[in-house]
């Protein structure tokens, strides 16, 4: 299996700041790396796949690069609806795996 | 707009089968172009893929769950299942199913775009 990181795990940030998550993988996954966000008792939420194209509807504070086996996740200006967890997930190979989330709060 | 919604009991005891049904509603699961995913997140831990079916029929199931898990589908009823076998507490989670499609301009590229509210599962006598 395709083994996921993140990091950081957690991190407090402030309204206004730019966050920036990274995710890496045991092995090369081109770009097929997907981002969610997971607010406390909902589902997760695509905001970004192909590691770099927005869903629509995602505003575009958010923003992901990367390629190979090191991706970033970008909040260029934090609002307060962002509070929340974040989850890569590789569509490489299957079994599809996920990062073990980021948490991000005041 | 497609919805999906999880069934099946909140309490299993160990040993015993765990039944989910998840079901569609504002579209047929049998008009292709997706697949349809079981998810699950251990209390305040990951995400967990367990596996999907595709309205045909055809499934995979992760294969480090050393194939407890059977999925299933009911075009009929525009449903698909999951099943546990010999269940234990380690099993205690809240099960998502997802449904997976491919992008509209990235025709490569699938991801889970649809999700339904989740149901926790927890495995105690």
């Known amino acids: 299996d395709i083994q996921m990181t993140q990091s950081p795990s957690s991190l407090s940030a402030s309204v206004g700041d730019r966050v920036t998550i990274t995710c890496r993988t045991s092995e090369s996954i081109s770009n097929f790396l997907n981002w969610y966000q997971q607010k406390p008792g909902k589902a997760p939420k695509l905001l970004i796949y192909a590691a770099s194209s927005l869903q629509t509807g995602v505003p575009s504070r958010f923003s992901g690069g990367g390629s190979g086996t090191d991706f970033t996740l970008v909040i260029s200006s934090l609002q307060p609806e962002d509070f929340a967890s974040y989850f890569c997930q590789q569509r490489f190979a299957a079994p599809f795996t996920f990062g073990p989330g980021t948490k991000v709060d005041i | ?125």
């Not at chain 2, 999880?6 to 079901?23: A, D, F, M, N, R």
């Not at chain 2, 049998?30 to 251990?42: F, L, P």
């Not at chain 2, 050393?66 to 525009?78: A, E, H, M, P, Y």
Request: charged content about 15%; hydrophobic content about 30%.
């Open chain 2, 1 to 125: 707009q497609m919805q999906l919604q999880e069934s099946g009991p909140g309490l299993v005891k160990p040993s015993q089968t765990l039944s989910l049904t998840c079901t569609v509603s504002g579209g047929s699961i049998s008009s292709g172009g997706y697949y349809w995913n079981w998810i699950r997140q251990h209390p305040g831990k990951g995400l967990e893929w367990i596996g999907h079916i595709y309205y045909s029929g055809s499934t995979y199931h992760n294969p480090s769950l050393k194939s407890r898990f059977t999925i299933s589908v009911d075009t009929s009823k525009n449903q698909f299942s999951l099943k546990l076998s010999s269940a234990t507490a380690a099993d205690t989670a809240v099960y998502y199913c997802a449904r997976e499609k491919r992008g509209d301009d990235l025709l490569d590229y699938w991801y889970f775009d649809l999700w339904g509210r989740g149901t926790l599962v927890t495995v105690s006598s």
